[in-house]
């Protein structure tokens, strides 16, 4: 759950699981005549819809911290414990590779990446490896991929893309979603400059694929006022592309009890945000 600054007495809510959602449609997108367009594609849109879904489980009834407000995504392993969020994307997992295994490789990477500073793609975020029961996740996620990957292997539709090089790229192009996503929905209006956390405007300088024998890019998300960006370079097909989500307000202060946080949440005003991203 995304807790981003409203006004003085309130604070707006933004779901992980809406979050996901607005990285499918980066991914559902992506791709023009400069940037190759995803391979596969249902599968990775999949993974990109779904890789916060696990989420669902504890925000239909969400908690608050040590102090009494509600728990913002930034740091949540710490808030919730690690047991319960490492168990919110083992079920999410498991679910997606009920449903398509392909999708379930790249959210079990993702899964990884978020207590291993991305896998390496990016160094600004913590590293959570000393915990023995993040080590124990790693080794988990690691050994199911391994043994999702011959049985990927063996269907010839997926041969192109289960190549090391392939896999790292749609795993590196997981990330761009991820964090594209996390700069939109994690700030209101979108040029508010209250929250000082989370990705940058240019991706914490994520490396962004382009297309096979091209070098990776950095993009830069020029925010131009309270709903509009310039993206450069731009890459989806469609231009301007408008991403949809929606917000609850809850008050800004410490609340006694979980009861009294809830009654608040389920009752809080939604606020329909629209961000629209186009080419220069």
Known sequence: MMVCPY???????ILQTDHSRIAGLLAAHWGNDQFARLQPYSSMVLAA???DSGWW??????SVNEQGYPSDYIGSIKHLGQRVWLDLYRRAIGRIA???LYAAYFVSMHGEALLTKGMGLLPSMPD?????????FIAQ???????????????QELTDVTTEKHLWTNFNLMEVFDQFAQFVCNRYPFNSQARKN?????????????ARERP???LTIDVLDEAHAIVRPFPFDVSPLTLSFEGRLVANRPFASQEEFLQQFYRGQRIPINYTMRAA
């Open 57 to 62: 489980d504890w925000e239909i009834k969400p």
């Open 216 to 218: 990776n890019v950095t």
């Open 198 to 210: 989370g990705p940058t405007h240019t991706l914490s300088g994520l490396a962004v694929p382009v």
């Open 7 to 13: 006004d003085d007495s309130r604070v707006l809510l």
């Open 98 to 100: 009920a449903r398509d």
């Open 141 to 155: 996620q690691k050994e199911l991929r391994a043994g999702w990957l011959p049985t990927l292997k063996k269907n």
């Open 49 to 51: 819809q779904e890789h």
């Open 128 to 136: 959570y490896t000393g915990d023995p029961a993040v080590q124990e």
